[in-house]
């Protein structure tokens, strides 16, 4: 584990840190199998927001599929790696903190990873609600949700019952299944989750 200079993961200097030190233990570098099966199974294509981004392999899968997808990332260091990996699809990828992001259009689907877990616990409730605030109706939020009691982190592990607390009062859950593709970071300890807004 190398040492570094920044500790906070709620600054963009610590992601930006990492990203340029080619130290990132979460890049899956590509794409999962459940997002793959949930694409095949939509209905059409949606237009989709992927928060906290890092390269963003999904951005080029999901706008192949015919999806419009807009991504987003506030490290520099994370949206220009992004960019440069995806070429004609560079420009759906914006620097922008998810907090104050606002969408040029509604938003119908909201996918999940490694975005939550990066962040500390005390700023989970404000993270579901601006999932909720920026999904209408009927949007899902689908990915994966890690699972784990360590107090330290980045990655920071939800327990099963305190994010189901958090997100009941604007989501019903809709799928939950086990992960068989993970990375190491993350094996054993995430879950496929879609979660409907209400
Ligand atoms: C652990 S990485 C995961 C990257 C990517 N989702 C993946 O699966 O490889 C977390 C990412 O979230 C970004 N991030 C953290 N807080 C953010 C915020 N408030 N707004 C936008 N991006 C944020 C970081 O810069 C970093 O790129």
Do not use: H
């Amino acid at each position: 584990m190398p040492t570094f200079q920044t500790g906070d993961p709620s600054a963009p200097a610590f992601w930006t840190e990492r990203f340029e030190r080619n130290f990132m233990p979460w890049d899956r570098g590509g794409v999962p199998a459940a997002l793959e099966q949930f694409v095949a199974a939509a209905p059409g294509p949606m237009v989709a927001l992927i928060p906290g981004c890092g390269i963003g392999y999904e951005v080029a899968y999901l706008s192949e599929a015919g999806w419009d997808v807009t991504a987003i990332d506030f490290s520099p260091a994370a949206v220009a790696a992004a960019q440069a990996a995806l070429g004609p699809w560079a420009g759906r990828v914006l620097e922008a903190d998810f907090f104050t992001f606002v969408p040029q259009k509604p938003i119908e689907m909201i996918y999940e990873r490694a975005f939550l877990c990066a962040l500390p616990r005390r700023k989970w409730e404000r993270v579901v609600q601006r999932w909720a605030e920026l999904l209408p109706v009927d949007g899902l939020l689908a990915g994966f949700f890690f699972f784990d009691a360590a107090l330290k982190g980045p990655p920071f592990g939800a327990d099963r019952d305190e994010l189901q607390a958090l997100l009941r009062p604007y989501f019903v859950l809709t799928d939950n299944q086990a992960v068989n593709d993970s990375i190491a970071v993350f094996k054993g300890r995430e879950r496929w989750q879609v979660w409907r807004r209400i």
